[in-house]
């Protein structure tokens, strides 16, 4: 029966450079929840139209897909709006990602990356849950310098994330990403090195 390693923890904390090291240690398949977002704000995707709806046409970019930074402009500081965003993508990303993980092989191992994999009640399905941790100077810095955000839109992008202390809760490993990217790395080996014997 395949595994499934659950991988969370805020918005620039890290997640994806553990994910593609957790490919070259063995790893199935990475699935980003934020790229399968992605894929369906496309023109012709899924959500487009339903997001369009919901705030009107000003969000869709030239192609008719959804413009991401419009959208963040929007939802991003209204808790009200941000909510409604979420109840129309959860659903449909939520299948995309079990889509995804049933293409694995019978022996396979999966990475599930996703900010509110708790919250979205995926923990259930994971074999361990692993969260990374990042100052929040550092989150800032990266959503500035590898999204091109304002300093303002980063800003309203922390403000809106989930807390950490329910997940330091049901997490198998805490991942400290706060140093350089070969102290990431150790700590990434030792815990999948733990995860492995944890499957028996």
């Not at 941000?82 to 449909?92: C, D, G, K, M």
């Not at 599930?112 to 708790?118: C, P, R």
């Not at 929040?136 to 809106?160: C, I, K, Y």
């Not at 490993?173 to 700590?187: M, P």
Request: glycine share 10%; net charge negative; charged share 20%.
């Amino acid at each position: 029966m395949p595994s499934i390693l659950g991988l969370t923890g805020n918005i620039a904390s890290g997640k994806t450079t553990i994910g593609l090291m957790l490919l070259e240690l063995g790893a199935t398949i990475y699935v980003d929840a934020d790229t399968v977002v992605h894929e369906l704000y496309l023109p012709g995707g899924p959500l487009a139209a339903q997001l369009a709806g919901a705030f009107g046409p000003a969000i869709l970019d030239a192609d008719g897909g959804v413009d991401r930074r419009v959208l963040g402009q929007i939802v991003f500081g209204d808790a009200a709006k941000l909510r409604l965003v979420e109840s129309i993508v959860h659903p449909a990303v939520q299948s995309a990602l079990i889509d995804r993980l049933r293409t694995m092989p019978a022996d396979g191992i999966g990475v599930l990356d996703a900010v509110k994999l708790v919250e979205s009640g995926y923990a259930p399905l994971c074999h361990g849950l692993w969260l990374v941790t990042s100052p929040p100077d550092v989150q800032l810095r990266r959503l500035m310098e590898t999204r091109g955000l304002s300093e303002a839109d980063a800003r309203l992008r922390l403000s809106a994330q989930p807390p950490l202390e329910p997940k330091r809760e049901l997490a198998t490993e805490i991942i400290d990403n706060s140093g350089s990217l070969d102290d990431l790395r150790r700590q990434v080996n030792a815990a999948w090195t733990r995860y492995l014997a944890s499957l028996g």
